[in-house]
């Protein structure tokens, strides 16, 4: 396969799994909240529990996805694979 496609590729499955990851992480933490805080809480906290929840997602998945392409990039040497150049020091 070309370089490009080995990109196209890796973006699609990248972006596919970063969605997953996301949405795993907000039905765990609405489950956590149901469990631990809805009990106590009035019910219109579910609100500002489901947008903490959202951006505490997407935050938790950005770490995963970063520690994971620096594993995949050592393991499956992804910079020579799809093309890219390392970065010079100076």
């Known amino acids: 396969m070309s ?9 699609i499955v990248a ?3 970063n969605v997953v990851v ?16 809805a009990p106590r809480l009035p019910q219109t906290a579910i609100v ?4 903490v929840g959202f951006v505490a997602s997407i ?3 950005v770490f995963i996805y970063r520690k994971v392409l620096d ?14 150049n390392k970065k010079q020091k100076q």
């Not at 996301?22 to 805080?37: D, G, H, P």
């Open 59 to 61: 935050v938790v998945t």
């Open 71 to 84: 594993w995949a990039r050592k393991k499956y040497n992804l910079d020579e694979q799809l093309g890219l």
């Open 48 to 51: 500002w529990a489901a947008m």
């Open 15 to 17: 972006t596919i799994l």
């Open 3 to 11: 370089k490009k496609t080995n990109v196209f590729l890796f973006t």
């Open 22 to 37: 996301t949405a795993l992480l907000f039905i765990a933490l609405m489950w956590l909240y149901s469990v631990t805080l």
